[in-house]
């Protein structure tokens, strides 16, 4: 790396967020809404480096794009994404009035199975006493049910449409 660049980037260390908001628009040619300092560092510093290095080889960005058109790489759903409700069959088990359950009142009784259709395979959660059993494996939480689904953190009320107390969406 050239020493005209280390020095580039030892400058850009010691700016304001406001002036990182800056350089990042003249460096990248669009403005950042981020104010986090260290992110706007990193990425000023990696684009100073490609610049001055010669970025990636052309058979590595060939790469990138095939992984991309290949992948949903989509890390935070878009604003207007609105959600089918849930495709549930509701297996609920009766449980006698004498018996009290403590358990959050947004879950069905255990036994019963959810079912979620998400990126054309349908999925099917079933409820037990202490936790969800999804493929074999039983899980402590709809959160973390979601999780192994999808890759990436959902909140498995929302994950699953159960957002009223005792709900299974049909």
Do not use: C
């Amino acid at each position: 790396m050239e020493f005209e660049t280390k020095q580039k980037i030892a400058d850009i260390e010691r700016m304001t967020a406001g002036q990182m908001r800056d350089t990042y628009a003249e460096v990248f040619g669009e403005p950042t809404r981020s104010g986090n300092r260290q992110w706007m560092f990193r990425r000023i510093a990696w684009r100073l480096q490609s610049l001055d290095e010669g970025g990636l080889s052309e058979r590595a960005l060939r790469r990138a794009r095939e992984l991309a058109r290949e992948q949903d790489i989509r890390v935070i759903p878009p604003a207007n994404l609105t959600m089918a409700p849930a495709d549930s069959v509701d297996v609920t088990l009766p449980v006698p009035d004498f018996i009290k359950i403590n358990r959050d009142p947004r879950l069905p009784f255990p036994g019963t199975v959810l079912s979620r259709k998400y990126k054309g395979h349908l999925y099917q959660v079933t409820v037990l006493p202490n936790g969800f059993e999804h493929d074999g494996q039983v899980y402590r939480s709809l959160s973390a049910v979601a999780r192994a689904i999808t890759g990436s953190g959902w909140n498995g009320y929302l994950f699953f449409n159960l957002t009223e107390p005792g709900k299974v969406n049909e």
